[in-house]
């Protein structure tokens, strides 16, 4: 192993000293070898909770045996989970089939529209989803989605009452370990497993990823305080999964604050890049580059992999190589796409969609009139344009074409997939775009724009820091010439993984 930097040093004696810790480890710096090396400094018995299984299955190759390495759903799986084996490997079936077995069979009409059973059906199983990533101990209102084109507060309020009565009985029918109509997902044996409050048997607890956490996972690791040492492990500015019920539980977190910032993976330049979008996240670290790894910043015809802000602007990338004769791989394949160009030859062909985007829509004019016009709706307008452009079949076909990544020529991702992963090369994406010029001038009468926002920055951040040798800042080269020291908090439009 290479001679420890002094901020490793720094991190190893805290631990060996029993405080509990929050390290701060910008991308690159060496976060896992870091742990590891926390692990190996101690004879006590440990826990490492990880993000995915892939990171639990490197992890515990470079641990001792006297740290377990699993995932949190691994972990509630081996308490509580293993009873539910036999309905976790049930059938798929369409959620209204769920729903007409907890007695949703006919619409509702909520205002001007009408809700139909099948969108019933998926807003009370989505309702408990929300349930299973929140720390609540009750199925509340707060969980019930808000379902597009339902405007008023009054409308929201009169689906909820609706859903919340399934929903509970949905929940009621989980909890049978041998049958039942709903189908069960790993995240239902997590939340039973959270609501036993379960001690977990270690001296210490690693949480990786800890910027990206559930508060479910949040409120089961806290609870450890008492009898084990806890150490929190991540990185503020990667914390783009909000959307998802994921949370930064490292800002608030009671532990001596440590940071890592030299990153290993990139030169200085590209430090500098990813310091100007840390500044604009009011992260709390800034990054060094390594002087062995020199990043260069600027064109790349063929990139090894092009990032892209959303999964429409992916889409859109993805047939424009496929057009000019690339082998493309698109990062965890296409179901997502493929999904959402379904659902639009439905509406285009006079049927109503399940696809929970698109239900309340009764056919393909109203989703380009609601993009093109609704304040709300912005965010679909991509989409409309490439389903307008190119029409459903031929997405379709293009997600059939995709290669898979060890053969294709350029891997095309979302930021958002991308993140944990790295390729020598890499180019962002069209897709982040400048924010809107405002209706101010500045001194020499331009328009100044709108102020970048915090999740657009993380974002960016994610993105430049994936390259190793080198970066074409491509769909960011507006940065350059934006004030980006005016800050501000106004909404991000469209998300990497909706």
């Given at each position: 192993?290479p001679?420890?930097?002094?901020?490793?040093?720094?991190?190893?004696?805290?631990?060996?000293?029993?405080?509990?810790?929050?390290?701060?480890?910008g991308a690159?710096?060496?976060?896992?070898?870091?742990?590891a090396m926390?692990?190996?400094?101690?004879?006590?018995?440990?826990?490492y909770?990880?993000f995915n299984?892939?990171?639990a299955?490197?992890?515990?190759?470079r641990?001792p045996?006297?740290?377990?390495?699993?995932?949190?759903?691994a972990?509630?799986?081996?308490a509580?989970?293993?009873r539910?084996?036999?309905?976790?490997?049930?059938?798929?079936?369409?959620?209204?089939?769920a729903?007409?077995?907890?007695g949703?069979?006919?619409?509702?009409?909520i205002?001007?529209?009408?809700?139909?059973?099948?969108?019933?059906?998926?807003?009370?199983?989505?309702?408990?989803t929300?349930?299973?990533?929140?720390?609540d101990?009750?199925?509340?209102?707060n969980?019930?989605?808000?379902?597009?084109?339902?405007a008023?507060h009054?409308?929201?309020?009169?689906?909820a009452?609706?859903?919340?009565?399934?929903a509970a009985?949905a929940?009621?029918?989980?909890?049978?370990?041998?049958?039942g109509?709903?189908r069960?997902?790993?995240?239902?044996?997590?939340?039973?497993?959270?609501l036993?409050?379960?001690?977990?048997?270690?001296?210490?607890?690693f949480l990786?990823?800890?910027?990206?956490?559930?508060?479910?996972?949040?409120?089961?690791?806290?609870?450890?305080?008492?009898?084990?040492?806890l150490v929190?492990?991540?990185?503020s500015?990667?914390?783009i999964?909000?959307?998802?019920?994921?949370c930064?539980?490292?800002?608030?977190?009671?532990?001596t604050?440590?940071?890592?910032?030299?990153?290993?993976r990139?030169?200085?330049?590209?430090a500098?890049?990813?310091n100007?979008?840390?500044?604009?996240?009011?992260a709390?670290?800034?990054?060094?580059?390594?002087?062995?790894?020199?990043?260069?910043?600027?064109?790349?015809?063929?990139?090894?992999?092009v990032?892209?802000?959303?999964?429409?602007?992916?889409?859109a990338?993805?047939?424009?190589?496929l057009?000019e004769g690339?082998?493309?791989?698109?990062?965890?394949?296409?179901?997502?796409?493929?999904?959402?160009?379904?659902?639009?030859?439905d509406?285009?062909?006079?049927?109503?969609?399940?696809?929970?985007?698109?239900?309340?829509?009764?056919?393909?004019?109203?989703?380009?009139?609601?993009?093109?016009?609704?304040?709300?709706?912005g965010?679909?307008?991509?989409?409309?344009?490439?389903?307008?452009?190119?029409?459903p079949?031929?997405?379709?076909?293009?997600?059939?074409?995709l290669?898979?990544e060890?053969?294709?020529?350029?891997?095309v991702?979302?930021?958002?997939?991308?993140?944990?992963?790295?390729?020598?090369?890499v180019r962002?994406g069209?897709?982040?775009?400048?924010?809107?010029?405002?209706?101010?001038?500045?001194?020499?009468?331009?328009?100044?724009?709108?102020?970048i926002?915090?999740?657009?920055?993380?974002?960016?951040?994610?993105?430049?820091?994936?390259?190793?040798?080198?970066?074409?800042?491509?769909?960011?080269a507006?940065?350059?010439?934006?004030?980006?020291d005016?800050?501000?908090?106004?909404?991000?439009?469209g998300?990497?993984d909706?």
């Open positions: 192993m001679t420890p930097t002094d901020e490793q040093v720094q991190a190893a004696d805290t631990f060996r000293a029993g405080h509990h810790l929050v390290l701060q480890a690159g710096t060496g976060k896992t070898t870091t742990v926390l692990a190996a400094s101690t004879k006590r018995r440990g826990r909770l990880a299984k892939d990171i299955r490197d992890a515990a190759n641990f045996s006297t740290v377990m390495c699993k995932t949190a759903h972990t509630a799986y081996a509580l989970g293993h539910y084996a036999s309905r976790l490997n049930g059938p798929r079936q369409p959620a209204w089939k729903g007409q077995a907890l949703i069979t006919r619409p509702i009409r205002g001007d529209h009408e809700i139909s059973h099948k969108t019933l059906s998926h807003t009370v199983l989505r309702a408990v929300r349930y299973c990533y929140s720390a101990r009750a199925l509340s209102r969980h019930v989605p808000n379902l597009r084109r339902l008023t009054a409308e929201r309020v009169q689906l009452d609706v859903v919340l009565p399934f009985k929940w009621v029918d989980l909890q049978n370990p041998d049958q109509a709903v069960f997902e790993h995240d239902h044996y997590l939340k039973m497993w959270a036993t409050q379960p001690k977990i048997e270690a001296d210490f607890l990786d990823e800890a910027q990206d956490t559930n508060p479910v996972l949040e409120q089961v690791f806290n609870a450890q305080r008492d009898h084990a040492q929190m492990v991540g990185d500015a990667q914390a999964y909000g959307w998802r019920g994921a930064d539980v490292m800002v608030d977190f009671d532990a604050a440590l940071t890592l910032t030299r990153s290993f990139f030169g200085p330049l590209l500098e890049q990813a100007r979008w840390l500044e604009l996240a009011e709390p670290i800034r990054l060094t580059g390594s002087e062995t790894t020199p990043t260069e910043i600027g064109d790349i015809a063929n990139p090894d992999a990032l892209c802000r959303t999964n429409i602007g992916a889409m990338k993805v047939m424009r190589l057009s690339r082998s493309v791989a698109l990062a965890r394949g296409g179901h997502t796409l493929a999904a959402l160009a379904l659902a639009a030859r509406l285009k062909e006079g049927r109503h969609s399940s696809h929970p985007e698109l239900v309340l829509f009764g056919s393909w004019g109203e989703v380009q009139d609601y993009a093109a016009y609704d304040p709300a709706g965010d679909l307008q991509p989409f409309v344009d490439l389903v307008d452009t190119h029409g079949n031929a997405i379709l076909a293009a997600v059939d074409e290669a898979d060890e053969h294709a020529d350029v891997t991702s979302t930021a958002h997939k991308a993140k944990g992963r790295e390729w020598p090369t962002i069209d897709d982040f775009v400048p924010p809107k010029d405002t209706d101010q001038l500045d001194a020499e009468g331009r328009p100044i724009p709108e102020p926002n915090d999740t657009d920055a993380r974002l960016a951040y994610v993105a430049v820091t994936r390259a190793r040798r080198g970066l074409d800042l491509g769909g960011l507006w940065f350059d010439a934006h004030p980006a005016s800050k501000g908090p106004h909404e991000a439009v998300r990497g909706g």
